[in-house]
């Protein structure tokens, strides 16, 4: 997979939420819904520095697929279907040279499962809304969301979750000249651009109960409305706004996070089988230290420091 094009403007590894992993974050969506799926994985399709990780990766024991299960469906398919991002750099990008290629941080995962379940990282991406993830979950549409996808509660009513792999935060992007935010305080009077279907849509009121807050559907329409003067800031996961400032001099992250959103892997309802079989998966790659291969080939690009320490799988209300 060709590298991530992004400017290395390294960021500081934030020690209240990523050093201790105790980002992807309710989970912030950044892509548009759609019903078209996309092909990702493949021979090819390694980012910079992973072929070995990919080579090494561990594959399942047939007997922990048995007949009839979840996982022996998706054997049979020959494919793992996958609600991913195209439009988060960092974590799930798709090059616009190459279409089939989609790169970093939950895509690479997604693709480590893949060989898990497979042997090979055959996966079909299907890119969703916020709103939509549980019912891709629940249609059978997908098999696994790999999105930025906060544990809640609430969620674990509606779906299974596998993790948490990762614990990220909300944070505060502003435009590079802006010098009147630097705090969550700050907010209160401005106008605030949030996430539709997002932790920030909530958070913001509560810390800041006199912003005026404005939802976008996608990621890339919030990061365009901040630099556009259409709002004054944009509350959004810490992972999302480090790609985005990364890649944009136009705007800088104003505050640090002021949150903990733990991201799990959404899986269908009432399949504890699957689920037990993507934790038993999780466990695995961290204590072989290929998800820290992978994290350090993606978000470790932009943030100061060694590779996080995976939070404890099971270790927040939902998982």
Not at 207 to 232: H, W
Not at 276 to 288: K, P
């Amino acid at each position: 997979m060709s590298d991530i094009r992004l400017p290395r403007r390294r960021f500081p590894l934030i020690t209240a939420v990523l050093a201790t992993a105790s980002v992807a974050v309710a989970g912030c969506g950044s892509s548009e819904s759609s019903s078209d799926a996309v092909p990702g994985g493949g021979g090819d399709t390694a980012a910079a520095g992973l072929d070995a990780v990919y080579e090494n990766a561990p594959v399942a024991d047939d007997s922990a697929i048995p007949s009839g299960s979840t996982m022996a469906e998706i054997q049979e398919r020959g494919v793992l279907r996958v609600a991913a991002a195209l439009d988060a750099p960092l974590l799930s990008q798709q090059d616009p040279s190459n279409p089939e290629d989609v790169e970093g941080f939950d895509i690479d995962l997604a693709k480590m499962l893949a060989i898990y379940l497979l042997g090979e990282p055959n996966i079909e991406i299907v890119p969703p809304a916020s709103e939509t993830r549980e019912a891709l979950l629940q249609n059978g549409t997908v098999d696994a969301v790999f999105n930025t996808y906060t544990i809640t509660e609430e969620r674990a009513e509606q779906i299974d979750f596998a993790g948490p792999y990762f614990t990220s935060g909300l944070a505060v992007a502003t435009r590079a000249d802006n010098e009147d935010i630097d705090s969550v305080e700050d907010l209160n009077g401005k106008d605030v651009i949030v996430g539709a279907n997002t932790p920030a849509v909530t958070a913001v009121p509560e810390v800041a109960p006199d912003a005026e807050v404005t939802s976008f559907a996608t990621d890339p329409q919030a990061v365009q409305a901040l630099v556009q003067g259409r709002g004054d800031a944009y509350v959004q996961d810490y992972t999302l706004l480090l790609a985005a400032a990364a890649n944009n001099p136009d705007i800088k992250i104003a505050v640090q996070p002021f949150t903990e959103e733990p991201y799990g892997i959404g899986l269908p309802p009432e399949d504890a089988e699957y689920q037990a079989f993507v934790n038993d998966w999780l466990e695995q790659i961290q204590e072989d230290g290929s998800w820290a291969e992978i994290w350090e080939a993606t978000l470790g690009t932009v943030v100061e420091g060694d590779a996080p320490t995976p939070p404890e799988i099971g270790s927040v209300p939902g998982s």
